[in-house]
Each structure stands twice: as structure tokens, then as C-alpha cells.
Nanobody, 124 residues
């Protein structure tokens, strides 16, 4: 089992930044790829970004490329999502998830473990 806890969300004005964290405990976290997803009210969950277990490979949704950066510190069992140039349409609950697959997955059903989420609200 892997337990994931997100933090770092909050209320920010458009153009602002946040750093979201995903802290893990349980089984060896470093062997898992970690993805970030988000879900806005009334909308389906959507893929945001994913980072490989080694941190050497990443994949981003087109909507966040150039604004969001995913990174990880395996010594600290933590994955980060730096979110810059925020827009009101980025408002959502952000979730991290862990996946044993060696491939970088953009589909949520591929992931084995999920956190509870952290709210990001961007005001215009």
C-alpha cells in the first residue's frame, strides 16, 4: 500500500503561482510513477502531468505545458507540481496518484493509489 497526501492548494489571483506537494508513505515510493490530475465542479477528472519513477521523464497536458512543472525528491518521498501563470480555468481539486507501470500514463484508471486532493481556486 502507498498512502498519498496532497498539500499546497489555496486561493490565488490569476497570474499567480502555487507549489503543490504529494507526500507518500508506505511501500517504496521511488518505484512508482506519479501523476497529477484535476477535477473541476461538474467536469470529469482530467490528466495534468506525470513524472517517471526516476524523475527523468515527464509528460504534460497541452493545457498546462509551459506553465506547470512536475518534479520529485525520492529521498523525501515527495512529488511536486509547480503551477505558474494560473488562470481561472485551472480552478479544481488537484489529485496525485501512483502507478507501477514503466509507461507514463495519462489515463486515471491506470493508477493504483490516489490521494484525497487539494483545492486550487484562481480568482479573476
Amino acid at each position: 500500500q502507498v498512502q498519498l497526501v496532497e498539500s499546497g492548494g489555496g486561493l490565488v489571483q490569476a497570474g499567480g503561482s502555487l507549489r503543490l506537494s504529494c507526500a507518500a508513505s508506505g511501500r517504496t515510493f521511488s518505484i512508482y510513477a506519479v501523476g497529477w490530475f484535476r477535477q473541476a465542479p461538474g467536469k470529469e477528472r482530467e490528466f495534468v502531468a506525470v513524472i517517471s519513477w526516476s524523475g527523468t521523464r515527464t509528460l504534460y497536458a497541452d493545457s498546462v505545458k509551459g506553465r506547470f512543472t512536475v518534479s520529485r525528491d525520492n529521498a523525501a518521498d515527495t512529488v511536486y507540481l509547480q503551477v505558474n501563470s494560473l488562470k481561472p480555468e485551472d480552478t479544481a481539486v488537484y489529485f496525485c496518484a501512483a502507478d507501477r507501470s514503466p509507461r507514463l500514463q495519462a489515463v486515471g484508471t491506470s493508477y493504483d493509489y490516489w490521494g484525497q486532493g487539494t483545492q486550487v481556486t484562481v480568482s479573476s
